[in-house]
């Protein structure tokens, strides 16, 4: 063949506005209606748009926000922890019971013991092979059996006994608490190990196409076992947290959470298929999420069941524009 | 084997190497060596274990017995991490990149220019991918997912990664199989360059002008054994092919090298008519028909607008306007069932990703489109699927250990046929086949071939999108030639010459 004479083909030389569009909505999309809402809401109610009231929220939506951030590691990688739920409730009586040691104590338990369930699941996970619904479901199991035998099949309610890791729940800078900022904190580090470090791309690159990332040379199970750590010690961090707010280790709040987070990170613009997601996206995700529970609570007469049912509509809607977002770039 | 010596002493080696699979031998205590600067040819019909080798090299798959030598020192490499660290660097037969991540992601995953604290510095990195693949020639803005460009461009970025600075053996299963004249031509440059600053190449490749215009040596495998080793261009053409095939010479030479019989003329009426198919940026107006019995090609370059075309008749692709009529009746757009019951059938392009579902067995790869035909009330009659499958099976000399074998463990050319008797299976009047012999090896090759004749003697209109021109000259009838989505030429009967289709492609007439 002669291939002097071929002329050279055209070549989509950037992105359409149209993959563009589709692009930043899947983004963007939770913070455009989050913006929405805090209009509406502003518009609706007097007091929604008080200092008191959106410390509130920030405050009351950080817990989930810290979960989901793990969780945002996980589904990139193509995975799901279904643990976490359960390890936020154990972390939090964990943290209750320890705080009689002091408030060093109060934090690192949970953080050792989450993060060794965390730990373990990864090992599995990535050595095994086995589905990480499996596992991480048998972990929800284990991790709460762990919390029912610590109390006393829920009988025995830890009481947070040091003052200062009281205040770490309870006190705040004007109106937010600083479990907000905690959450802050924890947002800027996972931000940039997501998208500045290695680890980050490796994260995205199994979650995109494992084979292939393993043929590129990344450390799948490296990466996969360090995934779940991250997940299960900010489960444990968040319990503890909430302990802290609560002066107790509530045993049976956040029952099912790991729903409503992986909800968040959905919502927030990441593929359950893996490969692709933000932080910020999660972050908006989870504060639309208090913030619907806040808007209803305002509305009162319904009862808070009524919020799941509206994230539950919510989460559909986003899971299908997803799909037909999806499907605009595949054809053009 | 013939125990010719290696040049510049051998960089990497295998020796008794013995793979296993269950129910194969992939390879059978084979040895190999890689000489210091060489470009080392591996070849062998599809499922002789050229890439099972190629893997065991590089840290994929442990071997059963034998060992792997590495600059001459005995290596274990326990995952293709080990293998790259260590400088050899692969290009594998099947997805080497990740699709979502965007093409400067891509290139330098695992090895990110960094700044200050060591964290990712991707404008750096952006601007060094856009430059280095400047040089491939992919121009795309590489902040796009790698998955939206074309599998040409997508190979070149697998190419632009394996050659780093710091790979001594760079390793190629078959990297051509997608890549349109001029990617070719960079590929060969790069490997020219690889061999002068004296790094070893192995190069798997079926296409036997490109292997006798860059190779030293050559190493034939067949059924997971080494039939010859030694130079190249002491090794005639036919005898290679010979090596290969395990024929002998003259059955070689007298059938040629493509297994197209004459032409069929055919003055029916045509059974497909598509007119004025039309999609914003991507096809213009395109009109064809095809005769029962006639074998029709869409010639033109990648992107040219010949698989758009394809998959528009078939209703895979939805369009702005145009329609596509099977014997006078028209199909409703947009709809594959639809397509499939007025008797359009399409054999993708990607067989990986659109056709073949490798989890599932041959038996049920075969009748899945067929199965609401072979059922009566809606009730499958095992008896009929069995029958279906073993006539297909046997028509089609599909290789496999048998009708329950999954898919995935075959041989690409023994998939490619899976997927044609899943649709001869369905009774077709259309058959839209894309690419039909692309990275099968030369037996299977002669064999796709043949059965296409067959199938346009019997009666089948087809529709035949090729990239190698030898054979879109020695099987169509009539070409049809696609430049930019729009029909620019079509040559009937003596005009069909590999000459007259270029000067097509090229817009020679226009001016
Ligand atoms: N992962 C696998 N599991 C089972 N069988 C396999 C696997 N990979 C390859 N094989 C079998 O090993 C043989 C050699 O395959 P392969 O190395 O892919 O051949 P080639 O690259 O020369 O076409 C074939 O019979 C193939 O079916
Ligand atoms: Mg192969």
Redesign the pocket.
Known sequence: MTTQTTPAPPVPATQTSRERAGRLFQQHGALLVLAVLLVAGTVAFDSFTTPANLGNIATASSFLAIIAIGMTFVIISGGIDLSVGSLFVLGGVLAAYGSRYGAAVALALPLVVCGAFGLVQGLIIARTRMAPFIVTLAGLLAARGLMLSLTDEGATTYLVEDDLFARIGQGGVFDVGYPFFVMLLVLAVAAVFLQRTGFGQNVYAIGGNEDAAALMGVPVARTKVVVYLVSGLLAGLAGALNAARLSSGVTILGIGLELDVIAAVVIGGTLLTGGAGTLGGTIAGALLLGVIQNLINQVGGLTSSFQQVVSGAFLAVVVVTHRVLGRVREDT | MSGSPVPGGPVLEADGALKV??G?T?LDRISFALGQGEVHALV?E????????IKVLTGVYRLDAGEIRYRGERVEFASPLEAQRAGISTIY?EVNLVPQMSVARNLFLGREPRSRFGLIDFAGMRERASEILRGYGVRSDVRRPLGSLGLGAQQMVALARAVQADARVVIMDEPTSSLEPREVDKLFRTIAELKEQGRSVVYVSHRMEELYRLCDRVTV?RD?RVVHTGPLAELERLRLISLMLGRNLAEVAAEGLTKFGGRHHSHAAPVLRATGLSRRHVLDGVSLAVRPGEIVGLGGLLGSGRSETAKAIAGALPLDSGEVAVAEKPVPGGSVAAAIRAGINLLPEDRKAEGIIPTLSVRENIVLAALPRLSRAGIVSEGDVDRVVETFMRRLRIKAAGPGQRVA????GNQQKVLLARWMAMNPKVLLLDEPTRGIDVGAKAEVQTLIDELAKEGLAVLLISSDLEELVEGSDRVVVLRDGAVVGELSGAEVTEEKIMAAIAGENDD
């Open positions: 699979f269950p194969v992939a062998g599809n499922g002789a274990g050229k890439s099972t080798l037969q495998l997971g463990e075959l041989s690409g």
